[in-house]
Structures are given as C-alpha cells and as structure tokens.
C-alpha cells in the first residue's frame, strides 16, 4: 500500500513539475485509474487473506469464473507495469528536462521494479526535485 502511495505522489506532483518545466505532461487519468485499481486489489488480497481460515482442495474442472480470474489478473498486470512505467517516464521528464526514450528510464524501470534496493537511489533524486520545487516557491 505505501508503494502504491508512493507512486502515486511521484506521477501526480511529477506531472505539476513538468509543466512548470514547460515540458508537455502525460494523460495522468489512466494513470490515477490503475493506481486505484492496484491499491484497492492490494487491499482486498489482504483482507481475503487474513479472513481466509482453510485452504480449498482444488479441482481440475474449467468453471466461469476462472475465465474471469484470468482477465482480471491480465489487467492488474497492465495496470501495474503502467504505473511503474509513467513514474519512471515523469522522473526522467524531470531528471533530463526533455522528453524520454525508453532507453533514457530502463535504470529507473529495473530500480522501481527491485523496489527494497531501488527505493534507496531513487527517493534521493525524488527529494532533489522537490527541494528544487519548493526553493522556486520561496524565491
């Protein structure tokens, strides 16, 4: 959950970054759409885990709702590797001051994706470009 909290500040106050650049932001209701998606699915895997109390036996017949599962977790896949991939395109907005290339956040993308290790390189340049944004408020 603070990981989706967390990617959810980068892209939105990322986004207000930018176009104080003077770049041209990114569509960010999709964006605010998955992160929604992926914290709610978060939250209900842990409720249905902690409630869970026996483990079912499982079956080997095809049922509807299996079908469902299955396109669920397909697009909660999507909305996960989407709110990974704009937070790294809005860090490298705002780290290179013009548009990027997926070759200018693939570092960012594997540090986002190996969060535990990632999260001590990439809070550092998050806090330089606050403490930047800020300094431009208090100028």
């Not at 960012?108 to 470009?129: A, D, E, R």
């Amino acid at each position: 959950m603070t990981f989706t909290c967390w990617i959810y500040a980068i892209g939105v106050y990322g986004q207000e970054r930018i176009i104080e650049m003077g770049l041209q932001p990114m569509n960010i209701k999709l964006f605010k759409a998955n992160v929604l998606i992926v914290g709610s699915f978060f939250l209900i895997a842990l409720i249905f885990s902690a409630t869970q109390r026996q483990i079912n036996s499982t079956s080997n017949t095809f049922e509807p709702k299996d079908i469902i599962f299955t396109l669920a977790g397909l697009y909660l896949f999507f909305a996960i590797f989407q709110t990974i991939y704009f937070t790294c395109k809005t860090l490298g907005k705002i780290e290179l001051r013009r548009e990027v290339s997926f070759g200018d956040i693939f570092p960012s993308l594997i540090l986002l994706l190996f969060f535990f290790v990632g999260v001590w390189i990439l809070q550092p340049k998050v806090n330089k470009f606050i403490a930047t944004e800020q300094e431009i408020f208090h100028s």
